[in-house]
């Protein structure tokens, strides 16, 4: 399972991306926050090994909520005040960023810098999962092995191991047990498209009264009074009667009268 | 050359569900594309989405009755197929074509011009039919959902209406928490006892020594969540504002047709898949429902003067008393409970079409008591059956209700609940008050404006007709009933 270090770890950047939403006064970078919150709950889903759980917070929260964020944000008219940089400030921020984008071009480019990049972020979660300064190479594959589940922590392994290749398709004989095995990804949707096919159908059907209903409420079409009237007229009510409102009299029979309509 | 598809005799068995979806599609390209050309901007499409809808549920109705399918499950034991659900169908069927059959003269004169309204109407009963042949939990809740949406959107429908606005709302809001509870208690039994299967759930609860609390909770929030949607206290805060709000039409469709299906929820919930519960749990919880719906429905109906809202608190009665038909227990419980449905149905039909065209001619946006006085000088015949309707809803012998009440009343004192039983005479002869009072208006009031009352539509009175011959010369002829009523309740017992 997930090492304590880890967990907290990510919780901090929760918390902190938490108090950025509701502290930061530009309602707009507040939903964006949230956003970045709801795939900070997805990658802790992918660190649990439900891998369809945490696409499932993709597509609902950061697809539909975040969206009906938007829609709020859109119809309330709240001001955004916001806080200017000065010139200092902003002659800071592109140098450093300009500076990291130089780091980043030039150690990708370079297959050493590369090397020494993962070698260090592997030492690096090697200390902190194992409050272990000595780095050796089954230490460290038994510490991915306990941080992550099966399959992502086999995927850590043949990004930050070459020889793992050793075990790989081409040598290995029984490749099919690692190629044809179920994950948590393909679990549901193997039940879905057979088992639940008709829940499925069913879904669809669902969705669709949903837009249909959404439109209808919303779509405004002004028909006037009279066109409405002269469209629906028929032999059976082209003659009607009318009551007349404005009669004082207790026996006001007279006032009812027959009309047709112009 | 002979093939069979893997679902053959699941698809044979869902051709009227197939039928009505293949038909919500058609219906809405067919309103779509016909206002489509700048010409025909503003069509009127009501009488033509009437009668295409009208053929519809005719055809569906044929197509329930002729299914060649045997009772058994269909669908990966998703969905069944057995007497219950394909009466149940029918009547289902039955009352949404005379929903839309009297709807008609309403639309015209209230300018509900959208044509989705009849698409809603034909997915309504795709919806119900579905609930009431489901046979899993998930299915359960999907076509509760399905059922609930639509309903929502039709609460709201009047755009110009604070009081449709409302509605649309309130029930929006409280039926999505209902909906929610469901799951919940759907994720807990599945999580105490691994199927959702509501067959699979019967064979597993059979022999039970004694079950984890997080059951009983998953079974309390379930039934909380059904039971709100019929409108049972403690769960009945929705239908006083809901029914009042929606458009007449849609407040129709409300009191006439869910019940029967969320009754078929309730009734495989209890009696399939957690019958050994039965004497510890589900008798006490129906008998406390029951009792304090039947009260809920006698007190606040009392001091209520608007028409639409007295409808709706007495509804919440009348779900009293077809809790404590399922609390007894007995198969005589399920046939008073399914024979008191169908006479509900009829009578709420009647005196909702009898709103409805209350409705036509009123000042205001709600209708109070002094839009009742004086029908029975335009239209004597009319008033008298309303009043024999109203007769039959307080259960005065010889008409359809009293028996109706008979049955329950036998099926709970053959469970030997006494007390229950003189608890609910006494609140029936309280809520008999309300009912004769609007009796006495109709004949005894007199006002000081002559009122007018449009004539009766052509649909309107076919099914107002019909209806009143069914009820209230029902003790000619009560076999046909009964017959029916015996069969479905052994078939789901069974």
């Known amino acids: ?262 | 050359m002979k093939f069979s598809l893997f679902f053959q005799n699941d698809t044979i068995a869902f051709l009227p569900e197939l039928f009505l979806a293949i038909s919500i599609l058609v219906v809405l390209m067919h309103g779509s594309f016909l206002g489509l050309s700048a010409a025909a901007l503003y069509t009127y499409l009501t009488p033509s989405m009437i009668r295409l809808t009208s053929i519809i549920l005719f055809i569906s109705a044929f197509l329930v009755i002729n299914n060649p399918i045997e009772s058994q499950t269909l669908w990966n034991s998703i969905f069944i197929t057995d007497h219950l659900s394909i009466w149940l169908k029918l009547f289902v069927v039955l009352g949404l074509l005379a929903c839309v059959s009297v709807s008609e003269a309403y639309m015209f004169s209230v300018r509900l011009r959208a044509f989705e309204f009849f698409f809603f109407i034909i997915s309504i009963c795709l919806s119900l039919c579905l609930l009431i042949s489901s046979y899993d939990l998930l299915s359960i809740y999907l076509n509760m959902e399905f059922m609930s949406l639509i309903f929502y959107v039709l609460a709201a429908w009047k755009k110009n209406s604070y009081f449709s606005a409302e509605a649309g709302l309130k029930y929006f809001i409280l039926g999505s928490v209902a909906s929610v509870f469901f799951l919940f208690g759907a994720s807990l039994i599945y999580f105490s006892m691994g199927t959702t299967n509501l067959g699979s759930l019967g064979l597993l609860t059979e022999n039970l020594a004694g079950c984890s609390p997080l059951f009983y909770l998953g079974l309390i929030c379930l039934i909380s969540a059904l039971l709100f949607k019929l409108g049972s206290a403690p769960y009945h805060m929705w239908i006083a504002d809901v029914y009042e709000g929606a458009p007449t039409i849609v407040s129709l469709i409300f009191a006439s047709v869910p019940k029967l299906a969320i009754f078929a929820v309730v009734l495989r919930l209890v009696y399939t898949s957690f019958w050994c519960l039965f004497p510890v749990f589900w008798e006490d919880f129906f008998c406390l429902c029951g009792l304090f719906s039947l009260f809920i429905g006698c007190v606040c109906g009392l001091g209520e003067t608007k028409i639409k809202r007295l409808l709706a608190f007495s509804s919440v009665g009348h779900v009293g008393f077809l809790c404590l038909g399922l609390a007894s227990g007995s198969v005589e419980g399920i046939q008073s409970v399914l024979f008191y449905l169908l006479i509900y149905m009829l009578t709420a039909i009647f005196l909702w079409i009898y709103v409805l065209h209350l409705d036509l001619t009123s000042d205001n946006s709600f209708l109070t008591f002094s839009d009742v006085i004086g029908l029975v000088r335009s239209n004597p015949v009319f008033g008298l059956g309303i009043a024999l309707m109203i007769f039959s809803l307080a259960g005065v012998p010889p008409l359809g209700g009293f028996f109706a009440k008979l049955n329950i009343f036998v099926s709970v004192i053959d469970s030997s609940y006494y007390l229950v039983a003189i608890f609910a005479v006494l609140t029936s002869v309280v809520s008999a008050f309300y009912y004769i009072r609007l009796i006495k208006i109709f004949y005894f009031e007199k006002a000081e404006n002559w009122f007018y009352f449009a004539p009766l539509t052509k649909g309107a009175a076919f099914f107002v007709v019909t209806i009143g011959w069914t009820v209230i010369f029902f003790m000619l002829s009560p076999n046909l009933f009964y017959l029916l009523i015996y069969k479905i309740a052994i078939g789901l017992m069974i």
């Open chain 1, 1 to 262: 399972m997930v090492d304590p270090i880890i967990f907290i770890f990510l919780m901090i950047l929760g918390a902190g991306l938490g108090v950025k939403v509701i502290s930061t006064q530009n309602p707009v970078y507040s939903g964006l926050y949230l956003v970045l919150l709801f795939f900070l709950g997805s990658a802790i889903s992918f660190l649990l090994g439900v891998e369809f759980m945490a696409l499932l917070f993709l597509l609902v929260y950061a697809g539909a909520i975040a969206v009906l964020v938007l829609f709020v944000v859109m119809m309330l008219d709240v001001k955004a005040v916001e806080s200017v940089w000065s010139s200092g400030q902003k002659r800071g921020f592109y140098i450093s960023s300009f500076l990291f984008f130089l780091c980043l071009v030039f150690v990708g480019s370079s297959y050493d810098l590369l090397f020494l990049l993962q070698s260090g972020s592997a030492w690096i979660i090697h200390v902190l999962a194992s409050f272990n300064l000595v780095y050796s190479e089954d230490n460290l594959k038994t510490t991915i092995n306990v941080l992550f589940d099966g399959d992502l922590a086999d995927f850590f392994l043949l990004c930050l191991y070459n020889d793992i290749i050793n075990d790989s398709f081409l040598n290995n004989a029984s490749w099919f047990v690692n190629f044809d095995s179920s994950s948590a990804l393909n679990d549901p949707s193997y039940l879905l498209y057979s088992t639940h096919a008709i829940l499925l159908i069913i879904a669809g059907v669902v969705l669709l009264i949903a837009m249909v209903g959404a439109i209808s409420l919303t779509l405004q079409k002004n028909c006037p009074d009279s066109l409405h009237k002269q469209l629906g007229r028929e032999s059976k009510n082209a003659i009607f009667m009318v009551k007349n409102k404005s009669s004082t009299n207790p026996l006001n029979l007279h006032n009812f009268k027959a009309t047709s309509y112009k």
